[in-house]
């Protein structure tokens, strides 16, 4: 598992930070500013109560450019800002209305960010409201169908209202994070050639267009919720969960990435993590690719601790040789009758590998679907299995076997000339299986019983379709 990253260097500035605050009607003694960095917050200073109700933040330095907290002793979110260069702020408000009646002195960012929340607080009213003369009167009333043409309208002047507010503030944080929140306007998708409507348009434009007001590349938007929000969103919805597909995007993306120093290593940081976390069956090969493409290179060694670095590299290359496509590696164990089975002398058209422990409350329940599975698939698809007991105990193992009539190529994991199992099969729990070819290339694993069935008979129905297509072009 890699380690969080978070950035809570400053950057130099002219004047450094001074941030003055009063927030009347608050009991609080003590004040906290916390910065974002991804999908977490940080703490960066505390400020006491002054005279005259005033809270004072200060430092040498500027704090990097992004969105900041304001909390209370009681984790109370009293509001947020952006700072960026401008930080010799004063901010007097009213704990009753704080955005309402907000006073901001020193920085356009937090002036301008809060008028925007007004902005948009108001016209959110005035579409309440409409909603709620759309269900007094339901809703194909005269009366709900002006309202709803009142909502549409407002929708369009809100739109342009932020299209004018991101144009007119450019290079402005409060801009590049309005911005980024932006969605893509879809156009009517386009007849296909048939006169039939393009079902697919609506998403492929979605996510074509997806980051087009979204700067990858600034800092700055690292320290705002907005960022993961929207990578996690792009990553998680809108790319193929496949090795290829997020190979793709990365190389697809990593330009625009690479304009900030951390927008880059958060990109790498980011997909390494989700990847390595991810349950889809085979996405262990897009870590595998990440590590060689990012760690393994060096390409991240300006940031990265030597020792995560050498722990992703080493879980790597052990799941290197396990890749889904690759020949699965030999085992050569002794049986219960102490005699040696090779599994790749197995000459079946499928071998379940199929790992287990005598203990394993998975496995009791594992073993007899197993069983009934194969007996029953046995004849029209070739299934062998090469059961490995990952138990030292050949007394308890062999007692197991027999009661739960295991017909399987029964070994015992320990007793091996091959490498010790667990390293050569990345196996840290039981029940495991892998399924593989009669040339022993590793089809799937990790998928239970009930999930086999049907992958084997999708396999074979798909293999067969590819023959009878070669037969065709021949």
């Known amino acids: 598992m890699l380690v969080g990253l978070h950035s809570a260097v400053y950057s130099s500035g002219k004047d450094g930070l001074k941030l003055q605050l009063k927030i009347e009607g608050i009991s609080d ?19 006491r109560l002054g005279r005259g109700g005033w809270y004072t933040f200060s430092a040498d330095t500027l704090l990097p450019g992004g969105m900041y907290i304001i909390a209370g002793q009681k984790k109370v979110r009293y509001l947020e800002l952006l700072l960026d260069k401008q930080q010799q702020v004063t901010i007097e408000t009213k704990f009753e209305n704080i955005a309402g009646s907000i006073k901001v002195k020193g920085s356009e960012d ?105 700067d990858l590349g600034d800092d700055r938007l690292i320290r705002t919720p907005v ?68 760690y393994a290179s060096g390409e991240m060694d300006f940031w990265i601790n030597k020792q995560v670095r050498e722990n992703v590299i080493k879980k790597a290359n052990k799941l290197r040789p396990i890749l889904i496509g690759k020949t699965a590696p030999e085992l050569i164990m002794q049986d219960t009758s102490l005699r040696l089975q090779s599994m790749h002398s197995m000459k079946n058209r499928y071998t379940l590998l199929f790992f287990w422990d005598p203990e394993c409350g998975h496995c009791k329940k594992e073993v007899p679907k197993i069983r009934d599975m194969v007996a029953r698939m046995k004849e029209k698809y070739d299934i062998g299995v090469y059961a490995v007991c990952t138990d030292t105990n050949m007394r308890e193992m062999k007692k197991y076997v027999k009661k739960n009539d295991m017909n399987f190529v029964n070994v015992n994991g320990p007793r091996a000339l091959t490498p010790f199992f667990k390293d050569l099969y990345d196996i840290y729990s039981t029940p495991v299986i892998y399924l593989l070819d009669d040339k022993k290339t590793i089809l799937a694993k990790r998928l239970l019983s009930d999930q086999l069935e049907g992958f084997i008979e999708r396999h074979t129905k798909n293999e067969k379709h590819g023959l009878l297509e070669m037969d065709k072009e021949n």
Not at 31 to 38: K, P
């Open 227 to 294: 960022y993961h929000q929207k990578l996690n969103l792009y990553f998680t919805k809108l790319v193929l969960q496949s090795p290829d597909s997020i190979e793709s995007e990365v190389e697809r993306l990593l330009p625009l990435v690479k304009k900030g120093r951390d927008t880059y290593r958060y990109f790498v940081w980011y997909l390494t993590n989700y990847v390595e976390r991810s349950e889809i069956m085979g996405m262990d090969a897009a870590f595998v690719y990440m590590v060689d493409q990012f």
């Open 29 to 47: 003694t003590v004040l906290y500013l916390a910065h974002y960095y991804g999908d977490k917050q940080y703490v960066d200073d505390t400020a």
């Open 110 to 214: 937090v002036s301008l960010f809060f008028s925007y929340i007004n902005y948009l607080s108001a016209r959110q009213k005035e579409v309440t409201a409409w909603q709620k003369c759309i269900e007094r009167n339901g809703k194909d009333s005269d009366s709900a169908l002006w309202c709803k043409k009142q909502i549409a309208g407002t929708d369009s002047v809100v739109r342009a209202y932020i299209s004018g507010f991101v144009a007119g503030n450019k290079g402005l944080l409060v801009a590049a994070f309005v911005g980024a929140q932006s969605e893509p306007r879809i156009p009517e998708a386009p007849k296909l050639a048939n006169g039939a409507v393009d079902s697919l348009f609506a998403f492929r434009y979605y996510k074509n267009h997806f980051f087009d007001s979204f």
